[in-house]
């Protein structure tokens, strides 16, 4: 039985192939993806959800609603520099309009009113994967505590606990974007997975996996759209592979085994100058009596060729099930 999933996310380039890999699972079933302003303001987040849904023509479709556009306290900040004014690396209109026959309906209701109807409405408890900025989770967490409760479980892409930040030294960008609406999700008591940067960065995709593709559609789409993070990575960390940040959150949700995670303490640094948007886990070697409970199963390592064969069979090779798990299910 397909697992429910809901998907908030911010597209954003490796939102987008999160969503190709969430949609090319057979072991998920998306009922419901919302957009928050993370990596471009939230109203082309939510056309990029809607042309990259017009793409993959799901059937049924999700439902589709319009997130928060701000963070609970900062100002918006984006990552244009990275994804593109349009979010997609500029190639976004290789891909379906938002509004055409191809896209489905947007919700008339809010992100957050959307995934707590879809929480209480779920025949079993879903699995709520956060790809970008955790406002709106924040807000759902005030607004229903006991109705995110229902979930199986809460997936976060996000943080840095044993490793450097990507958009400041100390910080991870969705942490860093709304450090508040991490530190009230942290301390909400739900099952969390922290997937930071520990293991994101890990899961890479080279180019070469791209030039070894067949020739379709699909792998042409995805060749336009992480171009720009090609050229980034290769004249910033002089490499031919790009992080594949959300997708790995994505493949937690239903392959957990692919990451060891240690339960550990976490907070954020929510009014900092130099270290805002930090997550820091206490690791310190002292009796657990002696530090704050954990909130958080974080990801430490990876299977990196395991997630990377999942990946480039189910989003680059469109194909649902391996021959070996399809003998197995
Ligand atoms: O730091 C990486 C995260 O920030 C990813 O989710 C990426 O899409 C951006 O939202
Ligand atoms: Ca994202």
């Known amino acids: 039985m397909p697992k429910p999933v809901i998907i908030d996310t911010d597209p954003?380039?490796?939102?987008?192939?999160?969503?190709?890999?969430?949609?090319?699972s057979p072991e998920l079933a998306p009922v419901c993806i919302t957009s928050v302003s993370g990596n471009v303001d939230v109203?082309?987040?939510?056309d990029n959800i809607l042309r990259i849904l017009a793409h993959i023509g799901p059937d049924p479709a999700p439902t589709v609603a319009r997130g928060a556009e701000t963070p609970l306290e900062k100002a918006p900040e984006h990552a244009t520099f990275l994804h593109g004014i349009d979010g997609l690396g500029d190639a976004g209109g290789e891909l379906p309009d938002p509004r055409g026959d191809d896209a489905p309906g947007l919700s008339e209701e809010h992100a957050v009113d959307s995934i707590l109807r879809h929480i209480e409405q779920s025949p079993e408890p879903p699995v709520?994967?956060?790809?970008?900025?955790?406002?709106?989770?924040?807000?759902?967490?005030?607004?229903a505590p006991q109705t995110l409760r229902h979930l199986d479980r809460l997936i976060i892409m996000g943080g840095a606990v044993t490793v450097a930040g990507n958009i400041t030294p100390a910080a991870e960008f969705n942490f860093y974007v709304d450090p508040l609406a991490a530190q009230i999700v942290l301390d909400s008591g739900l099952p969390i997975t922290l997937t930071g940067l520990d293991v994101t960065r890990k899961a890479r995709l080279e180019l070469r996996d791209l030039d070894a593709c067949p020739d379709t559609p699909r792998?042409?789409?995805?060749?336009?759209?992480?171009?720009?993070?090609?050229?980034?990575?290769q004249e910033t960390e002089g490499t031919?592979?790009?992080?594949?940040?959300?997708?790995?959150?994505?493949?937690?949700?239903?392959?957990?085994?692919?990451?060891?995670?240690?339960?550990?303490?976490?907070?954020?640094?929510?009014?900092?100058?130099?270290?805002?948007?930090?997550?820091?886990a206490d690791r310190r070697p002292v009796l657990p009596r002696l530090k704050d409970p954990p909130n958080a199963h974080v990801c430490l390592d990876l299977a990196a060729d395991s997630f990377l064969t999942l990946f480039r069979e189910r989003v680059l090779w469109e194909q649902s099930l391996s021959s070996e798990a399809q003998t197995r299910t």
Request: some cysteine; glycine content about 6%; hydrophobic content about 45%.
């Open 12 to 24: 954003g380039i490796d939102d987008a192939l999160a969503l190709l890999l969430a949609f090319g």
């Open 43 to 46: 109203d082309t987040a939510t």
């Open 128 to 143: 709520l994967v956060a790809l970008g900025p955790m406002t709106n989770i924040a807000l759902a967490a005030q607004k």
């Open 219 to 233: 792998t042409r789409l995805v060749q336009r759209i992480t171009s720009s993070l090609f050229t980034h990575s």
């Open 240 to 280: 031919e592979s790009i992080p594949l940040h959300d997708p790995l959150a994505i493949a937690l949700s239903f392959r957990p085994d692919l990451c060891s995670t240690r339960e550990l303490p976490v907070q954020v640094e929510t009014r900092g100058e130099i270290c805002e948007g930090m997550s820091l």
